[in-house]
């Protein structure tokens, strides 16, 4: 049920601001965390690139002493260099001759042994001819490796020493950034060459820690949880806004709705100083000089239609002695169709009277438990000699148990008055009338369907319009307020009414609360 609730209101306004206002923040961090990401991740790569470029030229002067005393070093020099090389810049470093072919790699970070032994050697460095450190160089590292099952100290797999460039004890200036768990995919490849610019070979680096991973997951963290927490304040502010702003706006939809059901004296208790309360105002001037205009024809039709009772009544007396006098038959003619007319208008003159009482709002209504099924059987009862004389089959079907409903007794036996009559008047001889009482628990229901002539399509919508006729009816005689006084008296008892009609023959149905 609320989500059926939901799904019914999702358009409201009361949803629609929240979900904007969530969506807007939503999307605002999105933008600025993006942003700051990118930002962030172009810093480090070029910080990546960067360390790859000192890593490698500092890394270049000591390969260059290795590549110039090659040919008197052992062949492990060259992979205890790299080993130690990597070791130092934290990258995987292959050694290559002048046709690029691999002399030495260290092997891939993530593979490396994490047992290495470095050994720093002080004083002459075998396999060099220098006795001191180079100048630019720190000192001289040698690599071992230990044994699987235990390693003695000073024991284990001696390796050659390799000078250390004094840049690459120095970087520490990347140390708080630097990810030992991951690696990037950036290479670089730095020539090496003689002093007189011979070309000797060549150092690549390559999976060199990454830069800034863990600054950069963590600030993604933190940007879900802060657009998480921004989402969910702009759908808080969104649901306070769209509840100060539909709040109003239901309270004037209310007494529009009232407005649009007849009440004419609703009026909104709405005070703002906003455009809303511009709109409460309008709307209360609007109302009230609808009221007046409303209540002032209202007020004319009833004074017309009782004011014209008098000189009714006074012309029908003169006809009606007129008719006890010696005339001749067209003068009796005439005053036959002038009684007819004067008739008809004072038909007219009762209905507007009681349309006008119907409509008319503040009136005391007089409601009785009224049983309907008795109310029923007697209004049919009435009409069964007039259908007898027209040929008509006029029956009725009603339940075992006669319902209670509470109604005007009169207002109630002219419904059916009314609908009886219709029905009877459009049924042409040899056609039926049914007259049917049906109980529920909420409501009962009555309906009246005849065989006769039907209602055109087009004219089924403005069937309960004033003074709107059927195009099929004009031969028969009304003034186009019978449904109209009905449709009232059934709405006023808080009922419903409605026609059905396929071409030939018509049911009318009328339904009204039960008691209780």
């Known amino acids: 049920m609320p989500m059926r609730r939901f799904l019914a209101n999702r358009h ?33 790569s070029d910080m990546e690139r960067r360390y790859l470029e000192v890593s ?14 090659r040919a008197t070093l052992p062949d492990e020099v060259l992979q205890s260099s790299a080993s130690i090389y990597s070791f130092l810049v934290k990258s995987r470093v292959r050694l290559l001759d002048v046709g690029q072919q691999v002399l030495a790699d260290s092997g891939s970070v993530s593979e490396q042994r994490t047992d290495t032994v470095i050994v720093n050697v002080r004083g002459p460095a075998d396999g060099f001819n220098d006795s001191a450190p180079p100048q630019g160089f720190e000192t001289f590292l040698s690599i071992r490796q230990p044994e699987p099952a235990q390693l003695p100290e000073g024991e284990g797999t001696p390796r050659y020493p390799v000078p250390v460039p004094r840049r690459l004890e120095n970087q520490g200036w990347v140390g708080g950034i630097i990810s030992t768990d991951s690696h990037t995919n950036l290479s670089l490849t730095v020539p090496l060459f003689d002093r007189e610019g011979t070309l000797l070979g060549y150092v690549e680096l390559s999976e060199s820690p990454a830069f800034g991973r863990d600054v950069i997951r963590d600030v993604a963290e933190k940007a ?7 989402v969910l304040l702009a759908a808080s502010a969104g649901w306070a806004v769209s509840r100060r702003i539909s709040h109003p706006v239901l309270a004037l939809a209310q007494v529009t709705q009232r407005m649009a059901e007849g009440d004419l004296t609703a009026r909104t208790t709405l005070q703002r100083r906003d455009e809303l309360g511009l709109l409460a105002r309008t709307f209360n001037l609007m109302a ?47 005053l036959a169709r002038a009684q007819a007319e004067l008739t008809r208008l004072e038909t007219l003159t009762q209905s507007l009277l009681t349309l006008s009482r119907l409509e008319a709002h503040g009136v005391e209504r007089i409601r009785t438990p ?6 029923v059987r007697q209004v049919a009862e009435n009409f069964a000699s007039r259908a007898e004389q027209a040929g008509i089959a006029l029956s009725f079907d009603l339940p ?4 209670v409903v509470l109604g005007d007794e009169e207002q109630l036996a002219r419904v059916l008055n009314n609908l009886l009559d219709n029905a009877l008047k459009f049924t042409p001889a040899g056609g039926a009338v049914t007259l049917r009482l049906e109980s529920a628990p909420q409501e009962v229901r009555v ?4 065989t006769g002539i039907g209602i055109p399509p087009e004219d089924l919508p403005r069937l309960f319009s004033r003074f709107h006729r059927g195009r099929n009816a004009a031969a028969y005689p009304g003034n186009g307020l019978g ?23 018509t049911t009318v149905v009328f339904t009204l609360p039960r008691e209780g």
């Open 12 to 44: 409201s306004i009361r949803w629609w601001l929240p979900f904007s206002y969530a969506g807007i923040a939503l999307l605002a961090v999105a933008a600025l965390s993006g942003l700051l990401l990118f930002t962030l991740r172009r810093h480090y």
């Open 56 to 69: 490698a030229e500092a890394i270049a002067h000591s390969a260059e002493r290795l590549f110039l005393d």
């Open 224 to 230: 879900i949880l802060a657009g998480a927490v921004a």
């Open 288 to 334: 009230e000089r609808i009221e007046n205009t409303v209540l002032t024809l209202k007020r004319f039709v009833a004074d017309a239609a009782h004011e014209i009772n008098t000189p009714i009544t006074a012309l029908r007396t003169n006809l009606e002695l007129a008719a006890g006098g010696a005339l001749s038959a067209d003068g009796l003619a005439d």
């Open 370 to 375: 009224l049983d309907l099924g008795a109310l």
């Open 400 to 403: 075992t148990e006669s319902p």
């Open 447 to 450: 309906s009246v369907t005849d």
């Open 483 to 505: 449904l109209v006084i009905t449709r009232a008296i059934v709405e006023d008892h808080g009922g419903q009414i409605s026609v059905h009609s396929a071409g030939a023959g």
